[in-house]
T-cell receptor, first 111, second 116 residues
Framework: GQNIDQPTEMTATEGAIVQINCTYQ??????LFWYQQHAGEAPTFLSY????GLEEKGRFSSFLSRSKGYSYLLLKELQMKDSASYLC????????????FGTGTRLTVIP | GAVVSQHPSRVICKSGTSVKIECRSL??????MFWYRQFPKQSLMLMAT?????????EQGVEKDKFLINHASLTLSTLTVTSAHPEDSSFYIC????????????FGSGTRLTVV
């Protein structure tokens, strides 16, 4: 099974850095994804980690520690348009390689 | 890139009627399609996984007789909400595995279902 936790809401200031944490428990870990979702829209892919360490992609970075069941998404130089929900999703080693989503973190960027 | 087209984007139906939601893969073959439901301010909950040509696998607590999933071809999967009730009002999203892409999955644009 899965138990994926994220903070429900966060607020940060434009231009700042924010870190969104995700902890998970899973029986067969096969990768962790971060998605951005604006209200009423489909999620869009941000990053993917399967090995420990940091993956950097422009203003967004994602970190994974498999031994700790922990990941974070780091957003730098925050912009107003970054206000959205950020979803942590874990893939398991099953026949279909399902994605299971965390509770999502609603980020509000303020001027 | 791989695109999944989901229709309708928004539907309002009367209680007791059925609604069909379609997801089409436009430029690739979707062997596996995942169906999610999302209630307001909540995350995506996996409802079922469908594979082309076989029966869908439903998650615990999801009624397979109420949420009928058909994946008859490699480019089309449908979810039919039968005898809809107001509590079925939600945002439904499909997602297809994209074998050739490292990011793995592509999502439809979602369907907002309101049952009145």
């Amino acid at each position: 099974g899965q138990n994926i936790d994220q903070p429900t809401e966060m607020t940060a200031t434009e231009g700042a850095i924010v870190q969104i944490n995700c902890t998970y428990q899973t029986s067969g870990f096969n990768g962790l994804f971060w998605y951005q979702q604006h209200a009423g829209e489909a999620p869009t892919f941000l990053s993917y980690n399967v090995l420990d360490g940091l993956e950097e992609k422009g203003r967004f970075s994602s970190f994974l520690s498999r031994s700790k069941g922990y990941s974070y998404l780091l957003l730098k130089e925050l912009q107003m348009k970054d206000s959205a929900s950020y979803l942590c999703a874990v893939r398991e080693f099953t026949g279909a390689n399902n994605l299971f989503f965390g509770t999502g973190t609603r980020l509000t960027v303020i001027p | 890139g791989a695109v999944v087209s989901q229709h309708p984007s928004r539907v309002i139906c009367k209680s007791g009627t059925s609604v069909k939601i379609e997801c089409r893969s436009l430029d690739f073959q979707a062997t596996t399609m995942f169906w999610y439901r999302q209630f307001p301010k909540q995350s995506l909950m996996l409802m079922a996984t469908s594979n082309e040509g076989s029966k869908a696998t439903y998650e615990q607590g999801v009624e397979k007789d109420k949420f009928l999933i058909n994946h008859a071809s490699l480019t089309l999967s449908t979810l039919t909400v039968t005898s809809a009730h107001p509590e079925d009002s939600s945002f439904y999203i499909c997602s297809a595995k994209v074998e050739a892409a490292f990011y793995g999955y592509t999502f439809g644009s979602g369907t907002r279902l309101t049952v009145v």
